[in-house]
C-alpha cells in the first residue's frame, strides 16, 4: 500500500510517499535524503524494508523534488528543516520512528533527535559531513555558491560545469555524473535547490560533536572511505560513532573496490546493503515504538 500526500508547515507544503504495513509493531522509518537529492536517494529505491513489513515514509525536502520552495530564499537552514520533519511526524499521526538520513538528512535528524528525543525509536546517519562549529568557518563556502550560480544560470548543465571532474575513482566518475544529473532533473523548483545550495552549508544542524553523547537510542552511523567520497570524510562519520554511546559504525572494506580505486561502489549507494542496516536498528527500536 502507497499513499501520496501533501503536509504543509509554515506555507511549505511537503511532498510525502507513506508505503508499507500499517499498523504493526514495528517502528516506522522514515527517509530524509541529502542536499540536492530527492527522496529516491536515501534507499535507491529498495523496498527491501516494505517487504520485510514495515512502513516507509519518504519526503522531498523543502525546494527539493515536489515539495514547494521556501517563502524566504533564506529559509534552508536546519531549524527550518527539523521543523519540517516533525510536520511530517504529527501529518502522520507517529509518535515515535526509526530515522534514516544522508548528509543533509543525517544532519537534520540528529538535530531532531536532540531536541525531541523522545519521539526517535533508532537512527541511521549515513554519510554525515557537518564535523562542528568550530570547523564552520573552514568549510568552502565559495565552491557552494558557485554549484548555485551554476543551476541559476544554465540549469543542471549549468551545476554541472561549476562542479567538475569528480574526486573519486576514475571507474566511478561517470556513474557519479550521472546520477548527479538524474537527481536535479527530478526537481519542480531548481531556484530553490539553488538558495538550499548557499543556505545549508553555512547553517548548524547543532554545536560540537561531543553534544551527540546526549542520544540515548540505538545508532548505527554510515562512513564511506574518502576515495569513494571525499565530500563526507569518513573520520566525521568515524567521530559520530565515538561520541554517540553504543553507536555501531559500519564502513567500506579497506581492501576492496574504491580502497584500491575500482569500481564497487560504498554501502551508503547500495540501497539494499543500507536498507538491511536500516532495519537492523529498527529491529533494535522496536520496544521504543
Known amino acids: 500500500m502507497t499513499d501520496e500526500l501533501v503536509i504543509e508547515r509554515d506555507g511549505v507544503r511537503l511532498a510525502v510517499e507513506d508505503t ?10 522514515v527517509l530524509l535524503h541529502g542536499l540536492t537529492a530527492t527522496r529516491r536517494y536515501v534507499v535507491m529505491g529498495s523496498r527491501l524494508l516494505e517487504r520485510a513489513g514495515h512502513r516507509v515514509i ?35 499521526g507517529i509518535e515515535r520512528a526509526v530515522l534514516a538520513g544522508a548528509s543533509m538528512g543525517a544532519h537534520t535528524l540528529l538535530s531532531f533527535a536532540l531536541r525531541k528525543g523522545e519521539r526517535i525509536a533508532g537512527l541511521v546517519v549515513i554519510t554525515p559531513a557537518y564535523a562542528g ?35 573519486v575513482p576514475p571507474a566511478l566518475r561517470d556513474t557519479v555524473l550521472k546520477v548527479i544529473r538524474q537527481r536535479l532533473a527530478l526537481h519542480e523548483h531548481p531556484e530553490a535547490v539553488a538558495d538550499a545550495l548557499q543556505t545549508v552549508p553555512r547553517s548548524r544542524p547543532f554545536g560540537e560533536v561531543a ?27 568515524e567521530a559520530y560513532a565515538a561520541a554517540i554511546p553504543g553507536a555501531r559504525l559500519v564502513t567500506d572494506p579497506e581492501d576492496r573496490g574504491t580502497a584500491g580505486g575500482g569500481s564497487i561502489s560504498p554501502i551508503a549507494w547500495q540501497g539494499s546493503r543500507l536498507s538491511h542496516v536500516i532495519a537492523e536498528v529498527a529491529q533494535a527500536g522496536r520496544h521504543r515504538a
Open 20 to 29: 508499507g504495513e500499517r499498523p504493526g509493531d514495528r517502528p516506522p522509518v
Open 58 to 92: 519518504a519526503y522531498d525536502a523543502r525546494g527539493h523534488g515536489r515539495s514547494w520552495p521556501a517563502p524566504d530564499p533564506a529559509a534552508y537552514g536546519y531549524e527550518k528543516l527539523v521543523s519540517d520533519l516533525e510536520a511530517v511526524l504529527d501529518g502522520l
Open 133 to 167: 562549529s568550530s570547523n564552520l568557518g573552514d568549510r568552502d563556502f565559495d565552491r557552494w555558491d558557485a554549484l548555485a550560480a551554476g543551476l541559476r544560470a544554465r540549469g543542471v548543465d549549468g551545476f554541472l560545469e561549476a562542479y567538475g571532474t569528480p574526486r
Open 211 to 237: 553534544e551527540l553523547g546526549a542520544i540515548e537510542v540505538p545508532v548505527a552511523v554510515v562512513a564511506s572511505n574518502d576515495v569513494a567520497d571525499p565530500e563526507h570524510p569518513r573520520a566525521v562519520g
